[in-house]
């Protein structure tokens, strides 16, 4: 399989997380028929989590070269959060960190439990999380789910931001977007490029607003058996404690008497 297969994918390595698990995209119907077959042979992925919404799937199509190989296919769409937080041609920060916190806090109601439903009966096998470009959706369901695994802040923002090279390396595949929204390369090439600090930022919100992942997701309705139950199949289970050494036996010395006479005679 090539250094980068499809778009924006990796396997987030992250503290507390259980290795080789959780896989995470853009565009699924970017990976040709040998990558997805060298995903499943290769790491044993079983299922994908599509956020994209039902007009990105009649537009862009199935993840076809990945169900070719048994890849389970689970529609959990992320949809009807506010777009205009970053309608601006080049937005900022503050208004990525708005976009993301739209894509928590005012997504079409039920979604966020449909999708930890389908995650705690998914995660105990390797899986895919993905949207369209694999940054924002997928960043803050992947953010979740990172945090509740127990990975600290700063690990989270730069998995966040580890996929903007191939992004930008790869970004004429969207040609079409940019060209229906009436923006320039460059303009959209702004769009694609993805910062630790956007990352870092929503989530010290994310604690101020609502103290922790969890609070908000159950907020959201999301059932605590199901964020139990993903967090369990997620977490790295911990290292063995190292054995106790044994003290080693004294070993007997030299008779301290003056020979073989019992004790009390001359």
Request: proline share 9%; with cysteine; aromatic share 6%.
């Amino acid at each position: 399989m090539s250094a980068a297969p499809g778009i924006n994918y990796r396997m987030p390595r992250v503290t507390g997380l259980r290795p080789g698990i959780l896989h995470r995209s853009g565009d699924l119907t970017a990976f040709t028929a040998d990558e997805a077959g060298s995903l499943v042979a290769g790491h044993g992925l079983a299922s994908v989590l599509d956020l994209r919404s039902d007009s990105e799937v009649a537009r862009y199509g199935p993840p076809s070269g990945l169900l070719a190989h048994g890849v389970r296919w689970l529609r959990t769409p992320l949809t009807g959060y506010p777009r205009d937080t970053i309608a601006a041609r080049r937005p900022g920060i503050a208004d990525r960190t708005r976009y993301l916190h739209g894509i928590l806090t005012e997504a079409t109601p039920g979604s966020w439990p449909l999708l930890f439903r389908e995650l705690a009966g998914a995660a105990d096998r390797p899986f895919l999380l993905s949207c369209h470009f694999g940054k924002d959706r997928t960043g803050v369901v992947v953010a979740a789910v990172l945090a509740l695994a127990g990975a600290p802040p700063h690990e989270i923002a730069a998995d966040y931001a580890a996929g903007m090279t191939d992004l930008v390396a790869k970004a004429d595949r969207f040609r079409d977007k940019w060209l229906r929204r009436g923006h320039s390369r460059e303009e959209y090439l702004s769009r694609l490029r993805t910062s630790p600090v956007t990352m870092a930022r929503w989530l010290t919100e994310v604690t101020e607003r609502h103290n922790s992942i969890q609070e908000a997701l159950l907020a959201l309705d999301v059932a605590a058996d199901d964020l139990a139950q993903v967090r369990g199949l997620l977490t790295a289970p911990a290292p063995a404690p190292a054995p106790t050494p044994t003290p080693a036996r004294a070993r007997p010395g030299p008779p301290t008497g003056t020979g073989d006479v019992p004790e009390g005679r001359p």
